[in-house]
């Protein structure tokens, strides 16, 4: 499990460094670095190593976990979109939002030990690579707050990875 999340951070410290240096200066490569690495690197290491984050059982480590994705998923985008002319209300409301259904997560776990509840902020990191498409700072904002409603809505239910019945 510390492997997906080192490959997270490296990915996303990967992402800065390439931004901040303007080694890579068009939008679409650092929406990529950004935002879509770092959901490959955890999906990579999480398959290679046949452990699903969801459904760690360490809490410290399922804590330190949350606050990587708040970190990779949630604060660096919003930062990197914002520094590139996206609006700060929605952001913040995408942020909040992220952070409550990490917060649900933690507490409340998967439903029925198999589901998540709305989608998870992982997956958020695609959103990124779709608005720099659409040059409408209008529909930028209404995708980013309806992606902060999907996070959290309670009929949208994505079934997790068992790798329990991989071992067996």
Not at 60 to 67: E, F, G, K, N, S
Not at 120 to 129: F, I
Not at 156 to 165: F, G, H, R, T, V
């Amino acid at each position: 499990m510390y492997f997906c999340i080192a490959g997270k951070i490296l990915a996303t410290f990967l992402g800065i460094f390439l931004w901040q240096k303007n080694i890579v200066s068009a939008l679409w490569p650092q929406a990529f670095f950004i935002g879509i690495l770092p959901i490959w690197l955890e999906v990579l290491c999480s398959t290679l190593l046949k452990v699903e984050p969801s459904q760690e059982k360490n809490r410290l480590i399922l804590y330190l976990d949350a606050v990587v994705d708040s970190i990779s998923f949630l604060f660096i985008p919003c930062w990197w979109f914002f520094m590139n002319g996206g609006d700060l209300i929605p952001l913040l409301v995408f942020i909040v939002s992220g952070i409550w259904r990490l917060q649900n997560f933690l507490r409340k776990g998967l439903v029925n030990g198999k589901y998540f509840v709305g989608v998870p902020v992982t997956y958020m990191g695609y959103l990124w690579m779709i608005l720099i498409f659409i040059p409408n700072h209008l529909i930028h904002n209404i995708l980013i707050i309806s992606a902060a409603y999907l996070m959290n809505a309670p009929f949208i239910k994505i079934k997790a990875q068992n790798y329990e019945s991989v071992k067996n």
